[in-house]
């Protein structure tokens, strides 16, 4: 089992900034890919990007691309998201994934196995 938890939202006014933080801990050792998810009350999970564990090499959504950054510490087991420009279409709860499944697109949900309690951003006009 692989246990996520996320922490570091909150609230920030548009054009601030957030760092989302995303603990890592149990059998890691399988996990090929790390990624940010969000979700808006009553719509789908939409992917944000994710990270490839052994390359390191990122990809983003088209709505968060040049804004949002995601790295990693891995002496703390922590995935982070940095996120820029803040927007008020931002606001929704954000998720945290664990993938260790094989595959040629990770950005749907389907591709993971583990996801973390979630964390809420708001931001304000």
């Known amino acids: 089992q692989v246990q996520l938890v996320e922490s570091g939202g909150g609230l920030v006014q548009a054009g601030g900034s957030l760092r989302l933080s995303c603990v890592v801990s149990g059998r890691t050792f399988n996990n090929r890919v790390m990624a940010w998810f969000r979700q808006a009350p009553g719509k789908e999970r939409e992917f944000v990007g994710h990270m490839f564990i052994v390359a390191g090499s990122t990809y983003y959504a088209d709505s968060v691309k040049g804004r949002f950054t995601i790295s990693r510490d891995n002496a703390k087991n922590t995935l982070y998201l940095e996120m820029n420009s803040l927007k008020p279409e931002d606001t929704v709860v954000y998720y945290c994934?664990?993938?260790?499944?094989?595959?040629?697109?990770?950005?749907?949900?389907?591709?993971?196995?583990?996801w973390g309690q979630g964390t809420q951003v708001t931001v304000s006009p």
């Open positions: 994934a664990a993938s260790g499944q094989l595959a040629l697109d990770y950005r749907s949900q389907v591709r993971y196995e583990y």
